[in-house]
């Protein structure tokens, strides 16, 4: 017996071969999918840096940060969100207690900011430790290092794919103004869409509004 999604034929000899295929040749075909040119790199980016967010991004980077020539993974925060004092305290206990971040840290001369953080020397700002590899919403978990950008107009202009991991209330407004980036493309982005939530709509008639519908909205203002 043999499954079917959009067309295509997913026979148990189909998925045999292709769990044997390496990351790079998975990501070889997507890229000839997508008409990506030798030497031109699938950009992905995540927009919205929160728990789930971040954590498939660092999947993302994790399994495609090695292809550097065939693959660039960025995500969006916003920036000026300051890290407080008490958590600074715990990030810098998190920190000394796992050794392989200790050591990455060293090796990337970061860990004096922690020190200082701590010491409430210096304040540390979310978007600068998520380059590190620690989301502000989860702490007590490290990540891999992120490239992080501040600015939603340079994350987004030319990404060939956009993760969004913005939860409801926010999918509609980020997008509309994504959608302003985007109007002298000739080819749109896949968008995939991770947020959660749901919003009420009163006009023209009571309805529920999904992230996707927003998004969809958003891309034909």
Avoid at 98 to 110: K, S
Avoid at 133 to 143: A, E, K, Q
Avoid at 155 to 182: C, H, K, Q
């Amino acid at each position: 017996m043999s499954a079917t999604a959009d067309g295509v034929n997913y026979s148990p000899e189909w998925l045999v071969k292709h769990s044997n295929v390496s990351v790079e040749e998975k990501l070889d075909e997507l890229r000839r999918l997508m008409g990506k040119a030798e030497g031109d790199p699938l950009r992905i980016v995540g927009v919205g840096a929160g728990a789930w967010g971040s954590v498939f991004v660092a999947m993302l980077q994790d399994t495609y940060g090695h292809l550097r020539q065939k693959a660039v993974v960025r995500i969006w925060r916003r920036s000026g969100r300051s890290v407080d004092r008490a958590t600074a305290e715990h990030l810098f206990e998190v920190i000394n207690a796992r050794e392989d971040v200790l050591r990455r840290l060293i090796r990337r001369c970061a860990y004096l900011k922690y020190v200082e953080g701590r010491l409430g020397d210096r304040i540390l700002f979310a978007d600068e430790i998520l380059r590190d590899g620690f989301c502000l919403n989860m702490i007590d978990t490290p990540l891999c290092p992120l490239k992080v950008v501040t600015n939603l107009q340079e994350a987004v202009w030319d990404a060939d794919i956009v993760v969004n991991g913005l939860p409801s209330t926010e999918t509609r407004v980020v997008f509309e103004e994504i959608s302003r980036y985007w109007r002298d493309r000739k080819t749109m982005p896949i968008i995939v869409s991770l947020s959660k939530g749901v919003e009420a709509e009163l006009v023209p008639e009571p309805r529920i509004l999904t992230p996707t519908q927003m998004i969809q909205r958003a891309m034909i203002k």
